[in-house]
């Protein structure tokens, strides 16, 4: 089982900023779209933004404007650049891929264990 891995959560005061950051431990043949999740405290795992590699960058409103979504096809790593934080956007912070392991593999969802973003006020 592929496991994504996310580094670059943290603790941080309302105000300022943090750039988690995922990567994977291989090499896919192809992948879909890279996206971040987040998962509040007795809340759903809702869908923060999404790249994908044809069509628009998704954000969500309650981010937008204050979140970037950015990727290295080279590094095959996608980051999620967080300004302007909140207390609301406490969470624990989930990379996900949607790709193909090899040219013949069906289109799987990939997840990260998640990375832990707490913002005080």
């Known amino acids: 089982q592929v496991q994504l891995v996310e580094s670059g959560g943290g603790l941080v005061q309302a105000g300022g900023s943090l750039r988690p950051s995922c990567s994977a431990p291989v090499t896919f043949f192809n992948v879909n779209a890279m996206n971040w999740y987040r998962q509040a405290p007795g809340q759903e795992r809702e869908l923060v933004a999404g790249?994908?590699?044809?069509?628009?960058?998704y954000y969500a409103d309650a981010v937008k404007g204050r979140f970037t979504i950015s990727r290295d096809n080279v590094k095959n790593t996608v980051d999620l650049q967080m300004n302007f934080l909140t207390p609301d956007d406490t969470a624990v912070y989930y990379c996900h891929f949607l790709a193909r392991l090899r040219r013949a593999a069906p289109l799987v969802g990939y997840w990260g264990r998640g990375a832990q973003v707490t913002v005080s006020s």
């Open positions: 790249l994908p590699s044809i069509g628009n960058i």
